[in-house]
């Protein structure tokens, strides 16, 4: 019989699992094919891909690791194969959009939608005094059971020793005198709202603002103009939105942990805890916990790898192709050279998918993606500078009604797309901002999410104006420029053309306290930027979806001829937030689902036992062409408005990615 002595008697067993750790690490060891399809192809007609050089995806292909949390392998599903050959057929449900129904101002270069920017405001009774401002306005819809209609995030205006936002829950109202144009829930407007958001109503808290509490971070390192940035407290620039899951998320910049200034997530649940019940059941409904949370604690993002990173990051926005995945989009510019570029990224188009914990893979991008953005002038020859601005939202490219009879669904190839605001910053010769213009992105929600198209022009709100520009030149829109012939996508539908904006405030029908004609003095407008909506006419509405039928005691309209000279109405605006307007139904309509439905509708452990509820939530992020979309605008750093137009009307008039303009 053999015998070993007791230290010695593990050292086999010790052997053998140094054997399986050696084995299993070299089985789950990223493959090189992988790898080959995230290094940048130096092909002569590729301008726009994969920014990460070779070296620096051999030297740190990983997330970097987070000392308080475990390391985080990728696993295959994260990435994806492209094609070597040139991108595929373009989308035959966007043919639609690519046509243009109005014309530009031959100045500004805008297209003016009909639709005009409401007051927002966070007083919840006439009496209440409040000297605060707030500005850049960020919004979503809640479910349908929900007593209110909008969540509301608003920045606070401080003297900049602290950052500071209010958060409610807030309605629209209702000016109209026929039943027409009214949204779903919307309640009349009453005396104590049109004195506070004047004669053409807007967005008012239900509930009393509370400060959001999110805790501070730390900054890793700061230098020049920055050094002094983790010395204020709070954070700034918020953003909300809906998950694929049905999550309620808000997004922040904070001081990051990896260099200056990063972006922080938190489910809005541990923000505003009416959320959490309000989630987890309807009326008359059995109890439902609620999708399950993705971020239950505050959770830096990052961008991999670290060389990647800029000394600040912000504007970030996530998207959500299915339930199951969310992908961070962090640039969208025109390529530029590094060169005296410190702590600037190179610019193009960069995204991941979010593995965990913040965590992400290295750049997506389709090397073989044609270019979308032009690097071209405006009408007075200067150049701006283009950024990211608001979320992301997931549109079907179908009517509701199609959907509902069962001939349009979002698993129809090419269906399902994303769109976001992008902004073309121009400075004045001071290098302060004079304007951000206004356009709208389109891509793929499938695999490679390659862009397809963004605005062809600039677009504007009935009542904003562009700043550079006099007001003859922002009015100088011809008569024939609003075409008030059918839609591509249906031939009953008409757009109507609302009064000019100095006859809204003339032939307005109900008293206001705040009827200040606005000025060309941009810290009076600022100053009382809410107020100064340009009003309208109780017989007036603003929806594109609308042709309404006017009183023959409303004045008609004055032709341009005929008007006096027009004011401008604000320095700039900015359009932080969209979000898919109040809905009374849930977005996907009920229909028989195959197996494959049936798991995404039961993939959250959340849903089991009603996959309707799970399913309602899952579409607070979807919409369709003929929905509305509610605009949150910023207004001089000083004032918010909201404004609501139809899908199809805001991303009219696409110009193709990598088509001549």
């Keep these: 019989m053999i015998f070993l002595p007791t230290s010695r008697r593990w050292l086999l067993p010790a052997l053998g699992l140094l054997i399986f750790v050696l084995m299993y690490r070299s089985i789950i060891h990223v493959p090189a094919s992988v790898r080959t399809t995230l290094r940048f192809t130096h092909h002569p007609e590729i301008q726009y891909g994969v920014k990460i050089s070779q070296e620096a995806v051999d030297e740190q292909f990983v997330p970097p690791r987070d000392p308080s949390q475990g390391h985080v392998w990728p696993d295959q599903k994260s990435y994806y194969t492209y094609p070597s050959q040139t991108p595929g057929h373009f989308n035959p449900y966007l043919e639609p959009l690519l046509q243009c129904r109005r014309k530009p101002n031959p100045y500004t270069d805008y297209i003016r939608l009909p639709n005009i920017v409401q007051s927002v405001s966070q007083l919840t009774s006439r009496g209440e005094a409040s000297d605060q401002q707030k500005f850049n306005p960020t919004i979503i819809a809640l479910p349908p059971w929900s007593p209110h209609q909008y969540l509301l995030v608003s920045r606070v205006v401080t003297e900049g020793a602290h950052q500071e936002s209010l958060l409610c829950e807030a309605d629209s109202c209702y000016t109209g005198n026929t039943s027409e144009g009214r949204r779903p829930r919307e309640k009349d407007c009453t005396a ?58 808000i997004m922040v910049n904070s001081a990051s942990r990896y260099a200056c200034v990063g972006l922080w997530i938190t489910d809005l649940r541990n923000v505003h805890e009416p959320l959490q019940a309000l989630l987890e059941s309807q009326p008359g409904q059995p109890y439902h916990p ?23 990051e ?41 593995i965990g914990n913040g965590f992400t893979t290295p750049n997506l991008t389709d090397p073989l993606e044609p270019p979308c953005l032009l690097d071209e002038p405006d009408t007075r020859g200067k150049y701006g500078h283009w950024h990211q601005a608001s979320n992301a939202l997931k549109l079907i490219l179908c009517r509701r009604a199609e959907a509902e009879r069962g001939t349009c669904s979002e698993e129809q190839q090419d269906r399902a797309v994303h769109f976001a605001v992008m902004h073309r910053k121009f400075s004045n010769d001071l290098g302060l901002p004079l304007r951000y213009e206004r356009f709208f992105v389109v891509w793929e929600a499938r695999p490679p999410f390659r862009l397809l198209g963004m605005s062809r022009h600039p677009i504007s ?91 023959p005691t409303q004045p008609k309209p004055l032709l341009p001829a005929q008007q006096t000279p027009r004011t401008n109405w604000a320095y700039f605006t900015y359009t932080p937030s969209i979000a898919w307007s109040f809905r009374s139904r849930p977005a996907i309509p009920r229909r028989e689902h195959g197996p494959q439905d049936d798991r995404s509708a039961g993939s959250d452990p959340g849903s089991d036992g009603d996959p309707e509820h799970t399913r309602t939530l899952q579409a607070l992020n979807i919409g369709y062409l003929d929905d509305e979309v509610i605009l949150g605008i910023g207004m001089d750093d000083r004032g918010q408005g909201v404004a609501r137009v139809r899908a199809e009307e805001l991303l009219a008039c696409l110009r193709r990615c990598g088509s001549e303009p």
Excluded at 290 to 312: C, D, F, I, K, W
Aim: charged fraction near 20%.
């Design 461 to 551: 709100m009935w009542n904003e104006t562009a700043s550079g520009w006099d007001a003859e030149e922002n009015w100088a829109e011809e008569e024939d420029g609003y075409d008030d012939g059918d839609s591509p996508y249906e031939s009953n539908h008409s757009s109507h053309r609302p009064p000019p904006p100095d006859d809204l405030a003339k032939n307005t029908t109900t008293t206001t306290t705040t009827s200040n004609e606005p000025t060309n003095n941009s810290q009076n407008q600022a100053s009382a930027a809410p107020p100064n909506l340009l009003r309208r006419t109780s017989n007036t509405t603003t929806s594109s979806d609308i042709t309404p039928s006017p009183p």
């Design 192 to 249: 104590d709202d049109l004195t506070i958001l004047g004669a053409a109503g807007g967005l008012r808290c239900s509930t009393p603002p509370r400060i959001v509490s999110i805790p501070s971070t730390p900054a890793e390192k700061c230098e020049g103009a920055w050094s002094a940035f983790p010395d204020i407290p709070g954070f700034h620039d918020p953003r909300v939105f809906w998950s694929g899951k049905g999550e309620p998320l």
């Design 290 to 312: 609620g999708p399950l949370m993705s971020y239950p604690s505050l959770t830096e993002l990052t961008r991999n790898p670290a060389a990647a990173r800029a000394q600040v």
């Design 314 to 354: 912000k504007n970030w926005f996530m998207f959500f192709p299915t339930p199951e995945e969310a992908f961070l989009h962090y640039d969208l510019s025109i390529p530029r050279s590094a060169a005296g570029e410190r702590n600037r990224t190179l610019g193009g188009r960069t995204f991941a998918k979010i």
